[in-house]
């Protein structure tokens, strides 16, 4: 599926539990996903948005998109909302998984398989330095 270039965000629950959805690519207009704008997609696999201006991923946003596995978000993401990909179960064994370094704040239990953050310092999720230092300083 491919959404038009004048659209900027995919509102709260908009493509809620739309079981045939297998992938999406975004044009590069989108700055936000709302809350839960993916939940439920069990057959969602691969996301991508063109070129990003995408900031802002919202809470629980991809939850339970369980066979997700393919996630491109640009660099420009500058926040990742609470459980935004919890039951993710194939993106959370993803080990190609990178954040952006452009990735200023996380919520939490961002990836259910994830007992905290300090996971993502291990190498199995790249996590930018900048949010390292920051839990450091705590």
Not at 85 to 104: G, R, T
Not at 118 to 135: F, N
């Amino acid at each position: 599926s491919s959404l038009g270039d004048t659209i900027v965000g995919i509102a709260d629950y908009a493509f809620y539990g739309c079981l045939k959805l297998v992938e999406i690519s975004l044009p590069s207009t989108i700055k936000y996903i709302c809350e839960g704008a993916f939940s439920g997609n069990k057959s969602l696999f691969k996301f991508v948005v063109d070129n990003s201006s995408l900031e802002r991923i919202g809470d629980r946003a991809f939850y339970a998109c369980e066979i997700l596995n393919i996630f491109t978000p640009g660099a420009k993401l500058k926040h990742i909302g609470s459980e935004a990909f919890y039951a993710c179960k194939a993106l959370s064994n993803n080990e190609l998984m990178k954040i952006p370094d452009s990735v200023e704040s996380i919520g939490s239990n961002v990836i259910s398989s994830l007992d905290d953050i300090d996971y993502w310092a291990l190498g199995h999720i790249h996590r930018p330095q900048k949010l390292m230092k920051k839990e450091n300083r705590k």
